[in-house]
C-alpha cells in the first residue's frame, strides 16, 4: 500500500516512483501520481510535501 492522495475535487491519487537515467548519465528517483496503483507504489519520500495544482487539481510531490 502506497501514499494516496484525494484532491479538492474528490478523486483519489496513488503516489508512483522510478528510477530513471538522465541523458547525463545520472540516476534519478521521479515521482508521479496515477489514478490507479501499480506496482510501482511508494510512500512519501522525508522532506517532501505534496502540492495540488489550483488549476486542474493534479497533485505533485515538492522538495523541502
Known amino acids: 500500500m502506497g501514499y ?3 484532491n479538492s475535487k474528490g478523486k483519489t ?3 508512483h516512483s ?3 537515467q538522465l541523458k547525463g548519465g545520472r540516476n534519478q528517483t521521479i515521482y508521479y501520481f ?3 496503483q501499480r506496482a ?3 510512500d512519501l519520500p522525508g522532506g517532501k510535501t505534496v502540492v495540488e495544482s ?3 487539481g493534479l497533485p ?3 522538495g523541502k
Request: hydrophobic share 35%; aromatic share 14%; with cysteine.
Open 18 to 20: 522510478k528510477d530513471v
Open 4 to 6: 494516496k492522495h484525494t
Open 34 to 36: 496515477a489514478k490507479d
Open 60 to 62: 505533485f510531490v515538492k
Open 54 to 56: 489550483p488549476k486542474t
Open 13 to 15: 491519487y496513488f503516489l
Open 40 to 42: 510501482e507504489a511508494c
